[in-house]
């Protein structure tokens, strides 16, 4: 069951690109790593995906969780 997916997702902190992500999905039981240098915009990452920040482009539609374990 897919639990995000974020689509043409961008941050960039004036003219620095943090990060761009074409597509990304992440479904019931799979791992994954984020990895990267210091300042490499992990933590922004994971505040756009968490909905606590705004990406400048792109789209992260919210998949309640009562909707992704009750499946």
Avoid: W
Avoid at 3 to 25: C, N, T
Avoid at 46 to 65: C, F, K, T, Y
Wanted: charged share 25%.
């Amino acid at each position: 069951m897919l639990l995000l997916k974020a689509r043409g997702i961008e941050k960039s902190y004036g003219d620095r690109q943090i990060f761009r992500a074409e597509e990304l999905e992440i479904a019931n039981d799979d791992r994954i790593g984020i990895v990267g240098r210091n300042g490499s915009g992990r933590t922004t990452l994971m505040s756009v995906l968490a909905g606590d920040q705004q990406p400048d482009h792109g789209e992260v539609p919210v998949i309640s969780i009562c909707q992704a374990f009750n499946n």
